[in-house]
């Protein structure tokens, strides 16, 4: 709530100076000046109170279990794999309707990792796969909304990004 309180106190404490420049014959830039005004009147007007901001996540949660082998012929294995899900994300609303959302999807994220603790020449050593982005999530992260007329002016994801592609990534540790 109160999103551009401050920029309210602000712009109204220096408004008339800025009008008054807008409104001066001799100032070389006075239409700029107005459009510039235009425009934070524009913004103000179109903010809406109360709405959450975009980009706001609905929850992300992580889960990760891990388990090492403790004895026997798989001695010094271990395996874990885990989770990072986001719930859809606030990307923003329907034209000229602030609190008429648009959401991206939810979205969830695997890894995993195998690893083995062995000796050589007694000299400790540590391998170790993660993988990242196990089942290849590929489908666009919206970030924003547009409204195009071949949408009948509804709001459609915009912006995006993609998440990595699957990654392998082989590491070893000696410890000497």
Request: charge should be positive; charged fraction near 15%; avoid cysteine.
């Amino acid at each position: 709530t109160n999103t551009v309180q401050a920029t309210r106190a602000y712009i109204s404490r220096h408004l008339a100076t800025w009008q008054a420049a807008a409104d001066n014959p001799a100032q070389f830039n006075r239409q700029n000046i107005q459009n510039q005004i235009n425009n934070l009147k524009l913004r103000l007007d179109a903010a809406a109170e109360g709405r959450p901001l975009n980009g706001t996540q609905r929850f992300t949660a992580n889960i990760f279990v891990h388990y090492t082998f403790p004895d026997n012929i798989a001695k010094g294995l271990r395996g874990g794999a885990g989770a990072n899900f986001v719930g859809r994300r606030l990307i923003g609303n329907q034209l000229n309707a602030p609190f008429d959302y648009a959401y991206g999807e939810a979205r969830q994220i695997v890894t995993a990792i195998v690893g083995y603790d062995f000796k050589l020449r007694h000299v400790p050593i540590t391998l170790q796969l993660n993988v990242s982005n196990l089942l290849d999530h590929e489908q666009p992260v919206f970030t924003s909304v547009a409204t195009p007329a071949l949408a009948n002016n509804r709001a459609v994801g915009n912006g995006y990004f993609y998440e990595e592609p699957r990654k392998f990534t082989l590491s070893a540790h000696l410890q000497f």
